[in-house]
């Protein structure tokens, strides 16, 4: 089956049930944002007004909803935020691609929105989330690397020596990321 | 008994007893970056080696350790990555008043390291911490409007009206930020 097909009947399987969920009919037009006219109304009001910043993002912080883990970090255009706002499903700006992220797209894990909060100058945003297991096999995972959320490294902190050596938290990947990803470019940058 | 004074009473009453935390004998020019040379080194190694972005920062989630809620997200240039791997306690950026800032230094509202992570591509960490009570008065908290966490709204996700209504997941801030900050200019641009 290809790879579109599987995610579309991901989709119909996973969320036709959900009454807070229906992608056919809420589009990222549906979704307005409020002008952002005073400090009072942007932190005591009840007024949906983020802020994208110079380059037209908002940062997003991903955490699972069970485990309390942050899952992963990215950023969202005002594109990308309607759209996870009405379809319910993390969308991204992928900054290294220059376009839309749907994430799970091409991997299949998706993530579901269980929550999301909005910070106090409306300028960051946090989605508790749900997630589904790659399509080539594996556990539920979010980090292209195949480890289960990308903070999988832990700094060590306080006394020490001056280099500081990580330890891994995650003993093994998730996933193998060659299975699922490919050939498609890494996005990590040095 | 003037803030400082406080802020040094309660450093030296509630670390002094710490093994991981020297003040006094860390500081920033103790920790050491490596050199980014290639993306297994970044993804897959133990080299800490953290990218700092066009503006000289890199992103930081606060979360606390027990709860797990998501307290804040912030900046951090080197100098405050560096002193708060050195001295356990959280120094980010301020990008509103373009200088080092170590949380709870006017506020008493400090945060302790419990642990921190850094992604995959070393371009975000994450820091879970334990929070201590403003010095004027209320209970442990982080933000500067007076609520716990700076996320305190919740935004209401799929099927809904154009315009969605925040929800207050917070019935009632943990101090008064005017007791606090006094009149200090408020952060939060428009």
Redesign the interface.
């Known amino acids: 089956m290809a790879k579109n097909s599987l995610s579309n009947l991901w989709r119909l399987t996973n969320f036709s049930e ?5 992608a056919m ?2 589009t990222q037009e ?3 944002f ?1 002008e ?4 009072e109304q ?7 007004a983020p ?1 994208f910043d110079a380059n037209g993002v908002i ?1 997003c ?1 991903t ?1 699972h909803h069970e485990t ?1 883990e ?1 899952l ?2 990215a950023f969202m255009n005002e594109e990308a935020l309607k759209l ?5 499903l993390a969308h991204y700006w992928s900054r290294s691609r220059k376009k839309l992220w749907k994430k799970g797209e091409s991997s299949g894990m998706f993530q579901k ?1 269980e ?7 409306q300028d ?3 989605i508790e989330v749900s997630l589904t297991e790659p399509t080539a096999g594996g556990t539920e995972a979010s ?3 195949g ?1 289960r959320s ?10 020490g020596d ?6 891994f ?1 995650e003993n093994e990947k998730a996933f193998d990321p060659k299975a699922v990803y490919g050939d498609a470019p ?5």
């Open positions: 959900s009454a807070t969920f229906s009919n809420n549906t979704v307005e409020a952002r006219t005073s400090v942007v932190e005591e009001g009840k007024d949906l802020k940062p912080v955490m309390r942050v992963m970090f996870t706002i009405s379809t319910g929105i929550r999301m909060l909005i910070d106090d100058d960051c945003v946090v980090c292209h690397v480890y990308c903070f999988y490294r832990q700094v060590p902190v306080g006394e001056s280099k500081r050596e990580l330890q938290i890494n996005p990590t940058q040095l």
